[in-house]
DNA sequence: TTGTATGCGTTATCAC
DNA sequence: GTGATAACGCATACAA
């Protein structure tokens, strides 16, 4: 005997078609489609190859699952004895929660996205450390991802971050990116973002790097004091801030010590090894070669030091090579690479807790701009002669 | 006047609370609660602070948010200009597929996850580059977590890994790891798990490694036929299958050329470069000094070289030393480093690869062990005289 | 080709 | 303290 659910009719029923394995019906007479509601077949489906759910527990104690919900969460009205029967038996039955589910609910996630240029040096890793470790601590996860220097992979991966529906976002700008647009969505949709190392003023988002001027600042000061009168520089693209703030300061402390600026000694392009051989061979190839570079980072600065090797160029005699970033790799090397040392896994912790706080209440106020300092590592690269490192810096 | 939905009686009807911000109703003569239907309350609340859902679309241009479904996926049956105009106008709302709801509506989260013990040694990162790129070629998401070698991490993680309901999972065991309850876990609930790098026998599951004793065979007879004859190991903890493989080969290299296999010279323990100074330490304080060691990787190695420079014992005329990875510093540092070079970005690759046949069928024949080969790569550090690099090798 | 209804697993809200 | 039910945003089987 079948029943309409809406008016209680009897007569006018007609069976309609299954619908998910249900038999459905429709009343004539008040012109409703309804099926008949089955405990247990939620409990028969859930048999083939589900996880198990707050739902199952339910049943299997006989109560409600929002009960369970209140037992897993240690909700304030929870009978003490029903929560430990409860976790019981959610344990018996390898419950794990679904944070699918849980995210959906609560329309948050508790995820904050990195997006790096890459994982090749040493550099980014360390970030991501950083960034872990104060992420966690705060109780939320971290989602990864690595742009390869790519502006459509930036783009992709923003999309990405953005259908995950991330609490907030770190990031390292790509080589390529020159157009904002794909990072402007998350001010749109109030998702805080924070930008570090490769950050850009096209963007008025919270910044954290290191004090890039000054540091280049003290390289270039350090190599003329070294006695070096020819001091080239191996940028990075213009479009990086962090490119040009670097060249502001070598070509700062060249002004300050009345030394000319040389066109011909500033290059700036990308990053990759193959065109720093490029630009490398171009610098001394030169008619009047440079007798010092400083490169915009350690890698480019090894590869110059290869270069130097392979045409019998001596170094530091005849040709001072500075880096940045303090590779492991230079500390080894030989002669060893002058550079400057970041605070790697610092920058990942700070950029993560400005980032929190901004999740937390986006209203609050956080530094706009965050520098950190960095230090003069001083090696054998740079010494012309063969005097003990300038002033009272690590070696 | 407001009516029963489910009687159609309009004269016993109480309110009931509110729910949600709407008015709840409750008919006294059929005991049923119910909410009059209000199509534009959904429409008034998510223009509070909410993103673009389909179901906006939808009311948008007054259709049904299937519809807008089928058009964003390119379903056959949809109208072709429908399906412009739908799109047309999800991109002018500016909207974004919620991927949660997505994946919690399908059961299924395209996400790999990948476990690694740390990130501090290249070679994770360049797993990590190649699982990244073998995985989302096959339009999966992959979620990196690391142990740091902690094996209540691994747990958590792993747990974390099941709450987000990852379709399957990679794995290198971390240094702490013996007990593999919680990988057995993944067996249970179908989900597919690639071991990778450290493996072991405890769990009857997909391994991706490189033939470790073949590898460490050849260091260990190249040291020989180089004229060392005290050669010691320091090795890995041995609950990892990865130590007791090189171990393994270490001795039969000894045995094949009838050298005894001293146990003073071999040491296991953990992999943190504190405990390698101590371990570095008493191998070359012994009576009988080694005149060679063979190191579980290449930081190790490293550490190795550095003690030996403090103690003034020279490498290699005194001390040969050979590492196994092929870490950037080996190739730089004074002596080059002796070394085993393994295909990093290739596990990864290989290892997801085989993952992902699992998750796409877990009845799959896949190969069992998959072993990829190593390249001995000889450098100065392991030439006692000044003899050529031996063999056909790489240097 | 489009609309309707249901489910995915969880939380939140109210009645009891 | 516990139960019932409506969201959360999306996919999808069927009916129309």
């Given at each position: 005997?079948?029943?309409?659910?809406?008016?209680?009719?009897?007569?006018?029923?007609?069976?309609?078609?299954?619908?998910?394995?249900?038999?459905?019906?429709?009343?004539?007479?008040?012109?409703?489609?309804?099926?008949?509601?089955?405990?247990?077949?939620?409990?028969?489906?859930?048999?083939?190859?589900?996880?198990?759910?707050?739902?199952?527990?339910?049943?299997?104690?006989?109560?409600?699952?929002?009960?369970?919900?209140?037992?897993?969460?240690?909700?304030?009205?929870?009978?003490?004895?029903?929560?430990?029967?409860?976790?019981?038996?959610?344990?018996?039955?390898?419950?794990?929660?679904?944070k699918l589910a849980y995210n959906l609910a609560k329309s948050q996630t508790n995820l904050i996205g990195i997006?790096?240029?890459?994982?090749?040096?040493?550099?980014?890793?360390?970030?991501?450390?950083?960034?872990?470790?104060?992420?966690?601590?705060?109780?939320?996860?971290?989602?990864?991802?690595?742009?390869?220097?790519s502006y459509a992979t930036e783009v992709a991966n923003a999309r990405a971050m953005l259908e995950n529906r991330?609490?907030?976002?770190?990031?390292?700008?790509?080589?390529?990116?020159?157009?904002?647009?794909?990072?402007?969505?998350?001010?749109?949709?109030?998702?805080?973002?924070?930008?570090?190392?490769?950050?850009?003023?096209?963007?008025?988002?919270?910044?954290?790097?290191v004090n890039d001027f000054e540091a280049s600042f003290l390289v270039v000061e350090h190599l003329i004091q070294?006695?070096?009168?020819?001091?080239?520089?191996?940028?990075?693209?213009?479009?990086?801030?962090?490119?040009?703030?670097?060249?502001?300061?070598?070509?700062?402390?060249?002004?300050?010590?009345?030394?000319?600026?040389?066109?011909?000694?500033?290059?700036?392009?990308?990053?990759?090894?193959?065109?720093?051989?490029?630009?490398?061979?171009?610098?001394?190839?030169?008619?009047?070669?440079?007798?010092?570079?400083?490169?915009?980072?350690?890698?480019?600065?090894?590869?110059?030091?290869?270069?130097?090797?392979?045409?019998?160029?001596?170094?530091?005699?005849?040709?001072?090579?500075?880096?940045?970033?303090?590779?492991?790799?230079?500390?080894?090397?030989?002669?060893?690479?002058?550079?400057?040392?970041?605070?790697?896994?610092?920058?990942?912790?700070?950029?993560?807790?400005?980032?929190?706080?901004?999740?937390?209440?986006?209203?609050?106020?956080?530094?706009?701009?965050?520098?950190?300092?960095?230090?003069?590592?001083?090696?054998?690269?740079?010494?012309?002669?063969?005097?003990?490192?300038?002033?009272?810096?690590?070696?």
């Open positions: 005997m079948i029943q309409c659910l809406k008016c209680g009719e009897v007569a006018h029923i007609l069976k309609a078609g299954l619908i998910r394995g249900k038999q459905r019906y429709f009343c004539k007479s008040c012109n409703w489609h309804f099926t008949i509601p089955d405990p247990d077949a939620v409990d028969r489906r859930r048999k083939i190859n589900r996880q198990t759910t707050i739902v199952d527990i339910a049943r299997e104690l006989g109560i409600a699952s929002s009960t369970v919900s209140r037992a897993l969460h240690a909700h304030p009205d929870i009978n003490a004895e029903t929560r430990r029967i409860i976790l019981e038996t959610a344990a018996r039955m390898d419950y794990q929660p679904n997006i790096v240029p890459e994982f090749n040096n040493q550099f980014f890793p360390n970030v991501i450390i950083g960034a872990h470790d104060a992420v966690t601590q705060a109780g939320y996860s971290l989602m990864i991802m690595q742009s390869n220097e991330v609490d907030g976002i770190l990031l390292s700008l790509a080589q390529e990116t020159n157009n904002y647009d794909h990072l402007v969505l998350f001010e749109k949709r109030g998702i805080p973002l924070v930008l570090f190392n490769r950050v850009t003023e096209g963007l008025t988002v919270p910044h954290v790097v070294n006695g070096y009168e020819r001091i080239a520089h191996l940028g990075g693209p213009l479009n990086l801030l962090v490119s040009r703030e670097r060249l502001r300061g070598y070509k700062a402390a060249l002004r300050k010590y009345g030394m000319p600026v040389e066109e011909s000694y500033i290059i700036h392009g990308d990053l990759t090894p193959h065109k720093v051989r490029i630009y490398g061979q171009y610098l001394l190839d030169q008619e009047k070669r440079p007798d010092a570079i400083f490169a915009l980072n350690d890698p480019m600065a090894i590869e110059l030091l290869l270069i130097a090797r392979e045409k019998g160029i001596r170094v530091p005699q005849e040709l001072g090579i500075v880096g940045f970033s303090d590779d492991k790799v230079s500390r080894f090397i030989e002669p060893g690479l002058t550079t400057i040392r970041q605070p790697t896994v610092e920058m990942g912790r700070v950029a993560a807790r400005i980032l929190l706080d901004l999740v937390g209440n986006p209203e609050v106020e956080v530094p706009a701009h965050t520098v950190l300092s960095t230090e003069l590592v001083v090696r054998a690269s740079s010494l012309k002669g063969n005097q003990e490192p300038w002033g009272s810096l690590t070696s």
